[in-house]
């Protein structure tokens, strides 16, 4: 089983370069997939390339997706009325067709979407060691996290609703179809199997751990006590947190202040994270790729 990586954090914590940073170490010796789920993809600017629509090989070892919305709404909305015209009256598809356009732009489709793509990259046979996922910030994230609890319980009562018409119509039309040859069963138990198999890799701490990036200060320690808890009672695992951007180490005396309140900061993120790994990385004087490899460093 690939190991699957999830980077997650604040907005602007450095989610990205991180997750570039650890990719472009893992690299060395695995076979990496990095992904980026964040509708703002960075992942080319900071290795600076440009990424395009499909997968992007940057060395022997090391791949790039960069997960479009819209595309994947599209592409995800057009699946759902392909799936529906094969089963359904086409007065009915009618008034799905009205439905299916106000979901492309209804709350959560966006999401739906690029967590059905996640999926679809988590399981496909491809045989990458490691898959890093460079999120979007926090409450969007832990959003698509929470959908394969959410999904295996809907898939469940829609699973039984529809074995209940299909007897139903057995008894009117005195018929026995057999329940294994109705495609829209078909295709919930198969969504079911799929929302099941994510769920089971979500809470294998074998398979998939979440590393957190923060910065020493109030705002992003507060975001990140409470992602923990939901990634808690997500069963998620966390690998370690990731006190990026610090300065404490630097011998630059404009940066003598900020320094007393980071090591405030610093303290209290020891008593409040006891039971986790921290690490730390320090403020560089440095970006786009040349900060990527000085990270790549350290990991
Ligand atoms: N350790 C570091 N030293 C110096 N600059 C850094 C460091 N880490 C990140 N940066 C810089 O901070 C900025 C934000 O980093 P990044 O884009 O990785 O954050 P992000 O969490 O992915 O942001 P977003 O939430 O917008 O996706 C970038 O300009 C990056 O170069
Ligand atoms: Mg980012």
């Known amino acids: 089983?690939?190991?699957?990586?999830?980077?997650?954090?604040?907005?602007?914590?450095?989610?990205?370069?991180?997750?570039?940073?650890?990719?472009?170490?893992?690299?060395?010796?695995?076979?990496?997939?990095?992904?980026?789920?964040?509708?703002?993809?960075?992942?080319?600017?900071?290795?600076?390339?440009?990424?395009?629509?499909?997968?992007?090989?940057?060395?022997?070892?090391?791949?790039?997706?960069?997960?479009?919305?819209?595309?994947?709404?599209?592409?995800?909305?057009?699946?759902?009325?392909?799936?529906?015209?094969?089963?359904?009256?086409?007065?009915?598809?009618?008034?799905?067709?009205?439905?299916?356009?106000?979901?492309?732009?209804?709350?959560?489709?966006?999401?739906a979407a690029i967590f059905d793509k996640m999926i679809d990259i988590i399981l496909s046979p491809k045989d990458f060691d490691y898959i890093i996922f460079d999120t979007a910030p926090t409450g969007h994230t832990l959003k698509l996290l929470a959908f394969p609890e959410l999904l295996e319980s809907w898939f469940d009562s829609l699973i039984k609703k529809r074995e209940k018409i299909l007897m139903l119509k057995n008894m009117i039309d005195n018929k026995k179809t057999l329940y294994a040859e109705d495609e829209m069963l078909t295709i919930l138990k198969n969504r079911k199997y799929k929302s099941k198999?994510?769920?089971?890799?979500?809470?294998?701490?074998?398979?998939?751990?979440?590393?957190?990036?923060?910065?020493?200060?109030?705002?992003?320690?507060?975001?990140?006590?409470?992602?923990?808890?939901?990634?808690?009672?997500?069963?998620?695992y966390l690998d370690k947190l990731i006190i990026?951007?610090?300065?404490?180490?630097?011998?630059?005396?404009?940066?003598?202040e900020r320094k007393i309140l980071e090591e405030k900061e610093l303290e209290n993120i020891k008593k409040i994270f006891k039971n986790e790994t921290l690490f730390f990385v320090p403020l560089f004087n440095l970006d786009g790729l040349d900060l990527l490899k000085k990270i790549t460093e350290i990991l």
Do not use: W
């Open 197 to 236: 198999k994510i769920k089971e890799i979500f809470s294998d701490k074998n398979s998939l751990s979440f590393n957190f990036v923060l910065n020493l200060d109030k705002l992003s320690i507060a975001e990140t006590r409470r992602a923990l808890d939901t990634l808690n009672n997500l069963n998620i």
């Open 244 to 256: 990026n951007k610090n300065i404490i180490e630097s011998k630059n005396i404009y940066f003598e």
């Open 1 to 111: 089983m690939n190991k699957i990586i999830f980077v997650g954090g604040k907005g602007g914590v450095g989610k990205t370069t991180y997750s570039c940073a650890l990719a472009l170490k893992k690299s060395k010796k695995n076979k990496v997939l990095l992904v980026s789920t964040d509708p703002a993809h960075s992942i080319g600017d900071a290795f600076q390339v440009n990424i395009g629509k499909d997968i992007y090989t940057y060395s022997e070892n090391l791949f790039f997706i960069e997960v479009d919305g819209e595309h994947e709404s599209n592409k995800y909305i057009e699946k759902i009325e392909n799936q529906c015209k094969s089963i359904l009256s086409p007065i009915i598809m009618d008034e799905i067709r009205k439905q299916l356009i106000l979901a492309k732009v209804s709350p959560g489709t966006f999401e």
